[in-house]
């Protein structure tokens, strides 16, 4: 059910219940961070397992503060640099955040997102809200009201339109003086290092990957999916019937007998390219392909975040 009535949503999350929250990145399904059954309903909606650890949504930095032991100045630059926004922090908890949120881990991951609809409701809140992306485990991730409701019809969905970001958050964590990347997102490494200077890269890529319950295969489509500089090339390798192609600028003109040709960016912006990519995977997912073939980004700035979204989908 999709609601634009604040005051429904509010009513829902006050009696435990979870509902699907629009933010910047993508859409959470969220619930009551201080309400275990509520947490625990989460878990079993998204049919995540309980050792994956939930983001937690504040509507201030004060609100944040009061749910860690610890706010160390690294942490304080960027939260003032990039707070509303796409950015999730790694801080220790205190004794008011449950294990069960934090998968029984001593860090909880915190966020402000930066959309007016979701900060309305959490100003009209006297509890942050835990949200990961509001699709079952494994599966591409909703960056609509439409989506979120066609995963789950029988809960309540804010709706705050379509994501402008269409990835989810950075998330960054701290070690003695350094921040450390543990998942690639919508704000860039560049954008990052410009406030803070160099950070150390952990990523679920990297050698010491650090963020639990980064799956590999994850934001899956039903059919299979490859990623590749040369979509052409491997079209002329495959032995599947129904094929489409997503373009990262432009369709080339060889590919006019494949069965959908789309496009993510046109202008070439990767920007752009991140807020269409989940949405053109819901769409080629919804065809009945057998096979989407999408093209490589270039590797830098978001083409790493949507390059890496693209290897997890690969992956089978
Ligand atoms: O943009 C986003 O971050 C979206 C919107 C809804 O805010 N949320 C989101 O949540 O992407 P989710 O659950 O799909 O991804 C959260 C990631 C998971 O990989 C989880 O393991 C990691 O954050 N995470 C959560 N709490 C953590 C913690 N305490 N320590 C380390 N990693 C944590
Ligand atoms: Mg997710």
Known sequence: MITKDISIIRDRLIQGEPIGLPTETVYGLAAN??????VS?????????????LIVHVASIS????????????????????????????LPKNETVSPMVTANQENVAIRIPNHPTALSLLNQLDFPLVAPSA????????????????????????????????????????EGDEVVLMRHGAISIEAIESRVGRILNRTSGSEKALVPGQHKKHYAPACDLI???EPLFMLSAVKQKKVGILW?????????????????????DL????KNLFASLHTLDAMGLDLIIVERLPAHGLGLTINDRLDRAATK
Do not use: M
């Open 33 to 38: 961070v201080f309400n275990s059954t509520a």
């Open 41 to 53: 309903h989460i878990f079993k909606t998204k049919n995540r397992p309980t050792t994956n650890p």
């Open 63 to 90: 609100q944040a503060r009061a749910l860690v032991k610890r706010f160390p100045e690294k942490a304080n630059q960027l939260a003032n640099a990039f707070w509303p926004g796409p950015l999730t922090l790694i």
């Open 135 to 174: 699709n079952p485990f494994n599966r591409i991730s909703p960056t609509t009201a439409e989506h979120v409701d066609a995963y789950f019809p029988s809960i309540y969905t804010l709706d705050g339109g379509a994501c402008k970001s269409g990835v989810e958050s950075t998330i960054v964590g701290f």
């Open 227 to 229: 990623v590749t500089y």
């Open 248 to 268: 990262y600028q432009a369709v080339q003109i060889e590919s006019i007998h494949v069965d959908v040709n789309l496009v993510l960016a046109p202008s070439g």
């Open 271 to 274: 920007a752009e390219a991140a």
